[in-house]
Structure formats: structure tokens, C-alpha cells
């Protein structure tokens, strides 16, 4: 950890290790989410995780809102707050991750119960943010990756893509959420 200003910068070094450890991570954590989601026998972790999708909901309504405000600070030159408010929708996005494997080993799926346009309007963001969710795993993690490790012109790349595939699958989480709210027990 470095201070810059008063205000502490965290940086690892460009290793072998330490990329391979990105590269680790980017793959093992879609793959259990996967693995934990086909589990068929649910862990009883209590009723209290039935708030949990709606905690969901708020996270990742939350991280949407910071992803933008990251952006405008990083067009207005603003990298001290940049990096900060992109450290908080990590932090936004880990905790989202924890508490959805929570609810789904511990609660059976919930069937999306609406009808007409909205079935397969459901159905298309669904998909696609689970699509997307997986590949944006390893975008978002390539790109702190670079952030830290001072790869900024290989950060700035990466970003154009990732960005976008990261507040999309954001928001279409938003929209999935309210449109299986009501079905939830």
C-alpha cells in the first residue's frame, strides 16, 4: 500500500503469480456459482435468507448508480475518485456474489409466473445477464488487475468492453429482479 495524498493506493506487483491467480479466479468463481446452482438438495440456512433476492436487488441497483458516477469522475479527470468509487461497486458486485449463492443453496428456484409480452421479455434479459455475468467476471477482474498493477493504457482497453457488459448485466439485474418479485414466497 502506497499513500498518495493522504489517501492510501493499493498496488500489487505485475507477476506471473499474481496474473495467474486473475486467471484462477476467473474461471473457479462461474463455475461454482454454476455448480452450486445445480445442487438439488438445499442447505436450511434459515428463513431470514428469503430477504436475500431483495437484497439483490438493492446491490445491485446500487452498483449500477456507482458505475455511472465512476464514469463521469473518470471523464472529468477525476482518478482519486474514480478509483474509489470503482473499488465500491468490486466491493458491491463480491457481496452480491455472496449473497446470491446464499439464496440459492438454501431456497428453491423461484418460476417466473407472468405471462404474454412479458414471458419472453423475462426470459431475454434473464439469459442474457447470466451470459454476460459469467464473461464480466473475468473482464472486471483483467481490469482492476491492470488498474493496480499501473497496466493503465492496457486498463483503458479492456475497460471500453468492460464497462458496459458490467453495467448492463448491472441494471438487466435490476430489471430481472422486479419482474420476479412478485413471485417470490
Not at 404474454?116 to 454476460?132: A, D, E
Request: proline letters at 4%; aromatic letters at 10%; one cysteine or more.
Amino acid at each position: 500500500m502506497k499513500v498518495k495524498n493522504n489517501m492510501p493506493t493499493y498496488k500489487i506487483e505485475n507477476t506471473a503469480k499474481n496474473n495467474q491467480i486473475v486467471n484462477i479466479l476467473s474461471l473457479a468463481i462461474p463455475v461454482a456459482v454454476a455448480l452450486l446452482n445445480a445442487i438439488q438438495t438445499k442447505i436450511d440456512l434459515g428463513t431470514w435468507t428469503k430477504v436475500l433476492p431483495h437484497v439483490n436487488g438493492v446491490l445491485n441497483a446500487t452498483c449500477s448508480i456507482i458505475l455511472i458516477l465512476g464514469l463521469i469522475a473518470i471523464k472529468n479527470k477525476n482518478i482519486e475518485l474514480h478509483r474509489k468509487l470503482m473499488g465500491v461497486a468490486f466491493v458491491l458486485g463480491s457481496l452480491f456474489l455472496v449473497s446470491y449463492v446464499t439464496y440459492h443453496i438454501s431456497n428453491e428456484p423461484t418460476k417466473f409466473g407472468g405471462s404474454g409480452w412479458l414471458r419472453p421479455t423475462y426470459y431475454i434479459l434473464l439469459f442474457s445477464h447470466i451470459l454476460l455475468s459469467i464473461g464480466v467476471v473475468r473482464l472486471v477482474l483483467k481490469a482492476i488487475f491492470y488498474a493496480m498493477t499501473d497496466q493503465i493504457g492496457a486498463h483503458k482497453k479492456l475497460v471500453k468492453w468492460t464497462f458496459p457488459i458490467w453495467l448492463y448485466v448491472s441494471i438487466s439485474g435490476v430489471l430481472v429482479y422486479i419482474l420476479i418479485a412478485p413471485y417470490y414466497v
